[in-house]
């Protein structure tokens, strides 16, 4: 038996007529009742009445009709998952980060992955949140390297935490603040910030009032930047101070000093995104990487 004479069966069963059946399977007539003959006998079992004009299913034929079905659901899944395989063996990744939060562990995660799929383009897209999420809500990401976005933010989309980030107070060399082992939330609220661009990165406003919210004073935003090049220049040139987590060292070096608060806010949590339907092959190939790798780094 063969997944053909399933097809021809459940053709034949649905249609309730060999002609209408051989139609829409384009085959002949006399060869779809030749398969399903073929197919009684294997079985041993009458699985259809036949009339001048129609057939109908028997109370055998209806149970194999259910089991037919799911077979042929299967088969079909079955090729699926492997065509996604081959797709994702030779096809595009493509992932939105953030730069600063993912300074330290998207370097050897793409060495890692690349070593392991060399076939696949990996694209990397730095954006704002804002951007990442609509990126994979449309199709245009498959990964998205964030810090946890709000709840309802993440509608149709799925969030793993992959750990977490201290938040520091980034100034310049020569400022009072750099020979300190720590500063106050009151004293850094004192000074002017450098910040990110509001109507680009309104989840950095949103974790600046949660960090503040404990003192009296609000700080004031001097400068805004929309990218972590020229929020680390500002800062450099003593334009003001800013509120930055601490993998922020990896691309800032000796420009910058970045100093503990206390009390210590509550540190970002990063972690990955992806659509709740992902190509879960290539997707997941690309998350143990990442895991893998920060494992590694802890050893």
């Avoid at 799911?70 to 899944?77: F, G, K, P, S, T």
């Avoid at 509120?243 to 000796?254: K, M, N």
């Avoid at 000093?257 to 092959?281: F, N, Y």
Wanted: net charge positive; hydrophobic share 45%; with cysteine.
């Amino acid at each position: 038996m063969e997944l053909r004479h399933l097809r021809y069966f459940v053709a034949v069963a649905e249609a309730e007529n060999v002609s209408r059946a051989a139609l829409n399977l384009h085959v002949s007539q006399p060869a779809l009742s030749r398969q399903i003959r073929d197919l009684e006998e294997e079985l041993s079992l009458s699985l259809l009445e036949r009339t001048a004009k129609s057939v109908q299913l028997t109370e055998t034929g209806r149970v194999f009709l259910v089991e037919s079905r799911a077979v042929l659901q299967r088969a079909a899944e079955a090729v699926s998952a492997a065509k996604a395989v081959a797709v994702s063996e030779h096809g595009e990744l493509h992932i939105g980060y953030a730069p600063t939060l993912t300074a330290r562990m998207l370097p050897p995660a793409l060495r890692a992955f690349q070593a392991a799929k060399p076939s696949v383009r990996v694209l990397l897209h730095d954006l704002s949140t804002e951007e990442m999420l609509a990126g994979l809500r449309e199709g245009k990401l498959q990964l998205a390297l964030l810090a946890r976005p709000w709840k309802a933010a993440l509608r149709g989309l799925r969030f793993e935490a992959l750990g977490v980030d201290p938040l520091r107070l980034a100034v310049a060399p020569n400022h009072p603040f750099a020979r300190r082992r720590s500063v106050t939330l009151t004293e850094a609220a004192r000074e002017p910030f450098v910040a990110y661009r509001h109507a680009e990165y309104p989840d950095y406003y949103s974790m600046l009032s949660a960090t503040f919210a404990r003192t009296k004073a609000t700080p004031r935003i001097a400068e805004e930047h929309d990218g972590v090049s020229s929020l680390i220049s500002a800062v450099e040139a003593g334009q003001g101070v800013a509120l930055v987590t601490a993998s922020l060292a990896c691309l800032a070096g000796q420009r910058l000093k970045l100093v503990p608060l206390t009390p210590a806010p509550a540190p970002l949590v990063i972690g990955v995104c992806s659509p709740k339907a992902a190509l879960v092959s290539l997707v997941g190939s690309f998350l143990r990487s990442i895991k893998d790798t920060m494992v590694a780094e802890k050893r």
